[in-house]
């Protein structure tokens, strides 16, 4: 009857604390800025909400990368730089040189998406709606000259006081990689771009924005600062299930990141009238004659936690203590597209039991109809910093500060204490028993016996069931 008591009160405990776990992150609104309202000083630079002209964002130190393509009447082209902790604009990112020589020039729109690296250098690219200088004539078989072909560009600032300078350039009519698919199809690049790594060595990654290639992405490699070569590898997504619905392609618009384990990447369908509009991760498989092979992983963010509507075309994968998440933005029905857009984070640390942790309280804006949304995350030494960009130009800025560390008492039946130090756990008295079990997943990770302490080597929320010499039951919470 003892024993059975005992587990019910520790099922008890971890019902409760694993309630207080799954209902979220506490996260405090830095700054916002919708269609109806805003909190950011806009007295130097004024959004507009007519158009989409905002497509992209990113993060590095305390600055704030926002893309503007708009026309010089309303709000000009070029990188706008906030203050990443108050929104307050700081300045535009040059277009020119030095000597005053422009660098950044062509494609179909100047400037569309911004990507930051570790050591925080930023990259900008252009939209090119055909990335192909030539067109292949089946007649002659012989390239011609394509009048609306525009070359991709990702341009480079080594820092946000640097000026730019051109860090690809690249006509896909032109490249071994891309050649025989640009003989019979459009290659639309710069809805999108991510990068991962540092400015040294790190991987920049584009999508082509066609219905008939989203089942691929481009990968280009940087080492020692530069490419290692302006033809791409080109990396494709298949399906080894062949009972599964799932789609091996990537959304429309669609924006394909590093995943969290070596070899994956993640992307976020968004195709209506998909079977999976969801979050979903691919993983290596086996070389072949096209490419390298991706399948996707078993599993995806689950359905009892899903998106209203699953229409963001953005899925941004980070890590903190323990825990893996994804930041979206998801958006509600609507007759004249989606509206209601809400900035979202999901712990997806178990992929097949994901569940959402955080949603904006606030409304990022209404009525989408074209359009791009992204999320940028900044790592903090006590926590983290998340930004969500919405397809009207609603921006939201929201902080997490991890809890100190701390002990929590649950019972207690006598004076008795903890103390903590690294990954150690002390007592106040040596005790007969010890068992550490972690909070969200009731999995017992450490024990011993006739101990003065114990040593936990990881991090997060445990409970720590200790056994006096006398006989009693203590259960304190304990957060490392």
């Known amino acids: 009857?003892?024993?059975?008591?005992?587990?019910?009160?520790?099922?008890?405990?971890?019902?409760?604390?694993?309630?207080?776990a799954n209902s979220g992150l506490e996260l405090k609104e830095l700054f916002y800025l919708t269609d109806q309202q805003s909190s950011i000083p806009v007295d130097s630079w004024l959004p507009s909400f007519a158009k989409n002209f905002s497509r992209g964002i990113a993060v590095s130190g305390n600055n704030l990368y926002i893309p503007v393509r708009g026309t010089e009447e309303l709000m000009g082209q070029g990188v706008y730089r906030l203050n990443a902790t108050t929104g307050q604009y700081i300045s535009t990112l040059p277009l020119d040189d030095a000597s005053g020589k422009r660098v950044i020039t062509g494609?179909?729109?100047?400037?569309?998406d911004v990507v930051t690296s570790e050591d925080g250098a930023i990259y900008v690219c252009n939209m090119a709606i055909d990335a192909r200088l030539n067109k292949w004539v089946k007649e002659t078989e012989k390239w011609m000259p394509n009048k609306d072909g525009k070359l991709f560009k990702i341009y480079k600032y080594a820092t946000p006081e640097s000026f730019p300078e051109e860090f690809l350039s690249f006509d896909a009519s032109a490249h071994p990689t891309t050649q025989g698919t640009a003989k019979n199809n459009i290659l639309r690049f710069g809805d999108g771009i991510t990068f991962s790594g540092s400015s040294q060595q790190g991987r920049l990654i584009a999508v082509p924005e066609n219905s008939g290639l989203r089942d691929r992405c481009y990968e280009w490699s940087v080492k020692e600062g530069a490419l290692s070569s302006a033809d791409p590898q080109v990396i494709f997504f298949h399906n080894e299930f062949e009972e599964s619905a799932i789609k091996p392609g990537v959304g429309k618009y669609?924006?394909?990141?590093t995943g969290f384990e070596q070899e994956t990447y993640i992307e976020k369908g968004t195709q209506s009238g998909d079977s999976e509009i969801r979050p979903r991760q691919f993983k290596i498989g086996k070389r072949d004659s096209k490419g390298w092979a991706y399948a996707p992983l078993c599993g995806m963010v689950s359905e009892s936690n899903a998106l209203r509507n699953g229409l963001?075309?953005?899925?941004?994968?980070?890590?903190?203590?323990?825990?893996?998440?994804?930041?979206?933005?998801?958006y509600a029905n609507a007759v004249n597209g989606s509206a209601d857009a809400r900035g979202v984070i999901i712990d997806v640390t178990?992929?097949?039991?994901s569940f959402e942790v955080f949603r904006t309280p606030r409304s990022l804006g209404n009525q989408y109809l074209n359009g791009t949304d992204g999320v940028a995350v900044k790592i903090n030494k006590d926590g983290?910093?998340?930004?969500?960009?919405s397809s009207k130009n609603g921006i939201a800025a929201y902080s997490y500060v991890n809890p100190n560390v701390g002990i929590e008492e649950i019972s207690d039946n006598r004076n008795f204490g903890l103390s903590i130090?690294?990954?150690?756990?002390?007592?106040s008295e040596k005790i007969r028993s010890v068992k550490?079990?972690?909070?969200?997943?009731?999995?017992?990770i450490a024990s011993d016996t006739d101990c003065s302490g114990v040593t936990v080597n990881m991090k997060g929320a445990f409970l720590v069931r200790c056994i006096l010499s006398d006989g009693h039951v203590v259960n304190k919470r304990v957060i490392l």
């Open 1 to 20: 009857m003892k024993t059975t008591l005992l587990s019910s009160f520790l099922i008890s405990s971890f019902l409760c604390i694993n309630a207080q």
């Open 107 to 112: 494609g179909d729109f100047l400037i569309n």
């Open 254 to 257: 669609g924006r394909v990141y």
């Open 312 to 330: 963001g075309n953005t899925a941004y994968p980070f890590s903190y203590g323990d825990r893996k998440y994804l930041a979206c933005v998801d």
């Open 350 to 353: 178990d992929f097949d039991n």
């Open 384 to 389: 983290f910093n998340v930004y969500f960009l």
């Open 421 to 427: 130090e690294a990954d150690r756990i002390s007592f």
């Open 436 to 444: 550490i079990y972690q909070i969200q997943s009731g999995m017992e």
